[in-house]
């Protein structure tokens, strides 16, 4: 079993900031690529940011110079800056997880935190 947990959703105020982090944890060899999804209301889920266990990173455009994706060992982290109302939605954590050495790559899921962003 692959435990994903996030943490670090709320309400916060336009301009505002929030730091989302998320932790993996059990029966895990390595992980290869984490990262953060969203899904606003009415809305499919859509890519946020990505980091590779390299540290190479991407995000969707329209989070660029706002949104910053860290990570550490089995942890990621979502430093969210100039939050807009756009913003709103739940946040996901993904993990492309390795449970031994030669098994595939599984695609594990935290159950999502609300980032609520209104005056």
């Known amino acids: 079993q692959v435990q994903l947990v996030e943490s670090g959703g709320g309400l916060v105020q336009p301009g505002g900031s929030l730091r989302l982090s998320c932790a993996a944890s059990g029966s895990i060899f390595s992980i290869d690529a984490m990262g953060w999804y969203r899904q606003a209301p009415g809305k499919e889920r859509e890519l946020v940011a990505v980091?590779?266990?390299?540290?190479t990173t991407n995000y969707q455009d329209s989070v660029k110079g706002r949104f910053t994706i860290s990570r550490e060992k089995n942890t990621v982290s979502l430093q969210m800056n100039s939050l807009q109302p756009e913003d709103t939605a739940v946040y996901t954590c993904?993990?492309?997880?390795?449970?031994?050495?030669?098994?595939?790559?599984?695609?594990?899921w935290g159950k999502g935190t609300l980032v609520t962003v209104s005056s």
């Open positions: 993904h993990a492309a997880v390795k449970r031994t050495k030669y098994a595939w790559r599984e695609d594990c």
């Open positions: 980091i590779t266990s390299g540290g």
